[in-house]
């Protein structure tokens, strides 16, 4: 079956650095969404991003099909970025979406 | 815009006992999802829909049922709720083939 890997599995940083998150799977994706979770909390889509470059706000992520990978990108990182970031995927006519173990974030003043 | 909610909020049961959770959204969304989320770990699917009266299992499926009667709500039954078993169950809508969106969550507690 399809997997998703995510790393770092955590990731600590100063008020202020940017973040680089990344997801790889194992399958051509063609759904790819970013979340963030913060604990105890439920899911809130960041961004939907199958392919090419997207932006909100301070998060950019960038999806290379062929390459099988999504990355997304924190700018300019505030303590209440701090939770858990999830990538899942589905492929061609499948609706069958798989998620990453997730990356923990940690942002400290 | 609009919204999924799932009921009840916290759910608490015997071990043996038979317990349904419920989601309900008013996207208009053609699939619904079914999710299993243990404390400090992902998400791993349990049953999903297409459509209406369509059910599709995912990696989870087994101890749990599924129903989806009409388009706007799907629910879950667990046929026999583990002792010890602590979960959340995170319900999600999406169009055909796109972005997903996430109810608040079921919070499980079996005594």
């Known amino acids: 079956g399809q997997q998703v890997q995510q790393s770092p599995a955590s990731l600590v940083l100063q008020e202020g650095e940017n973040a680089e998150l990344q997801c790889n799977f194992s399958?051509?994706?063609?759904?790819l969404q970013w979340f963030y979770q913060r604990p105890g909390g439920s899911l809130v889509s960041l961004l939907y991003?199958?392919?090419g470059t997207k932006h909100t706000g301070r998060l950019t992520s960038t999806t290379v099909t062929k390459e099988r990978r999504s990355s997304l990108h924190i700018s300019s990182s505030q303590i209440t970025d701090s939770g858990t970031y999830f990538c899942?995927?589905?492929?061609?006519?499948?609706?069958?979406?798989?998620f990453g173990a997730g990356t923990k974030l940690t942002i400290k003043p | 815009g609009g919204i999924i909610t799932q009921t009840p909020k916290f759910l608490i049961g015997q071990e043996g006992q038979k317990l349904t959770l419920k989601c309900q959204q008013n996207?208009?969304?053609?699939?619904m999802y079914w999710y299993r989320q243990d404390s400090g770990k992902g998400l791993r699917l349990i049953y999903y829909?297409?459509?209406?009266?369509?059910?599709q299992k995912g990696d989870l499926s087994e101890g749990y049922d599924a129903s989806r009667e009409k388009k706007s709500s799907f629910s879950l039954t667990v046929t026999s709720a583990q002792k010890n078993e602590m979960a959340v169950f995170l319900c999600?809508?999406?169009?055909?083939?796109?972005?997903?969106?996430f109810g608040p969550g079921t919070r499980l507690t079996v005594l």
């Open positions: 829909s297409i459509t209406e009266n369509d059910l």
């Open positions: 999600a809508s999406s169009i055909k083939l796109g972005e997903q969106y």
């Open positions: 996207f208009n969304h053609d699939t």
């Open positions: 991003n199958p392919s």
């Open positions: 399958s051509t994706a063609t759904q």
């Open positions: 899942a995927m589905a492929n061609y006519g499948n609706e069958k979406i798989t």
